[in-house]
C-alpha cells in the first residue's frame, strides 16, 4: 500500500483546513487508517486513527471534539478534518496504514505540512 497525503498550509489560528491521503491497493476497505503528526523538535504522535472493523474512531486528547476523521472506501481515501487550529497544531502531519493480521502502523505516507499562525 503507498499512501499520499495532501491538504496542509498556512491557516490562522481558529481556522480549519482538511487533510487528505489517497491509497494504493484493491482491499482499502480492509486497512485501518490514521494520522500521526511531528512538531519540530518533537517525536511523532497519535492523532487520529479509523479502525477497519467496524469503524470505530479514535482521537488524541489533544484533538477531541476539533479534528474529525473520515474514510471513504469507494476512492480509498481518509481525510482529516481540522477546526478551531491552534498553534500548537502546528506540525507535519502523516498518514498511515496497517492491514488485518498486521497490528502495527505499517504503511506511511510523507507528510504534509500545517503551520498555524497567530
Known amino acids: 500500500v503507498q499512501l499520499q497525503a495532501s491538504g496542509g498550509g498556512l491557516v490562522q489560528a481558529g481556522g480549519s483546513l482538511r487533510l487528505s491521503c489517497v491509497a494504493s491497493?484493491?482491499?482499502?476497505?480492509?486497512?485501518?487508517v490514521g494520522w500521526f503528526r511531528q512538531a519540530p523538535g518533537k517525536e511523532r504522535e497519535f492523532v487520529s486513527a479509523?479502525?477497519?472493523?467496524?469503524?470505530?474512531?479514535s482521537y488524541a486528547d489533544s484533538v477531541k471534539g476539533r479534528f474529525t476523521i473520515s474514510r471513504d472506501n469507494a476512492n480509498k481515501s481518509v481525510y482529516l478534518q481540522m477546526n478551531r487550529l491552534k498553534l500548537e497544531d502546528t506540525a507535519v502531519y502523516f498518514c498511515?496504514?496497517?492491514?488485518?493480521?498486521?497490528?502495527?502502523?505499517?504503511?506511511w505516507g510523507q507528510g504534509t505540512l500545517v503551520t498555524v499562525s497567530s
Open positions: 498511515a496504514a496497517y492491514g488485518l493480521g498486521q497490528g502495527t502502523w505499517t504503511y
Open positions: 491497493g484493491r482491499t482499502f476497505n480492509r486497512y485501518s
Open positions: 479509523n479502525r477497519w472493523s467496524g469503524g470505530v474512531t
